[in-house]
Nanobody
């Protein structure tokens, strides 16, 4: 049973920073690509960032490029998202996700991810 648990969300002023974590359990995460998605109220879930299973490649949505950094510590079974220069439009519930298949490359498609966390709220005030 794969379980993903996000943490690190909260309320921050515009221009501030937060670091999200996603603790994974249930299977060895080192062979699976992982990603962050987010969903704002009244909007569809959207891709934020992804990292390949070996952490060789990363991919970002244009809206967060140069502000957010995705990383993973396979020894700790943990995925991270460092968010800097936060904007009010970054306000959303942030979800981590893991691919169904091992040895996957980066993907921005939610359909490629079979396992999801419960989400953590990020609120950026202006």
């Amino acid at each position: 049973q794969v379980q993903l648990v996000e943490s690190g969300g909260g309320l921050v002023q515009a221009g501030g920073s937060l670091r999200l974590s996603c603790a994974a359990s249930g299977r060895t995460v080192s062979t699976y690509a992982m990603a962050w998605f987010r969903q704002a109220p009244g909007k569809e879930r959207e891709f934020v960032a992804a990292v390949s299973w070996a952490a060789v490649r990363t991919y970002y949505a244009d809206s967060v490029k140069d502000r957010f950094t995705i990383s993973r510590d396979n020894a700790k079974n943990t995925l991270y998202l460092q968010m800097n220069s936060l904007k009010p439009e970054d306000t959303a519930v942030y979800y981590c996700a893991q691919t169904r298949q091992p040895y996957s490359g980066v993907s921005y498609l939610s359909a490629d991810y079979g396992y999801w966390g419960q989400g953590t709220q990020v609120t950026v005030s202006s």
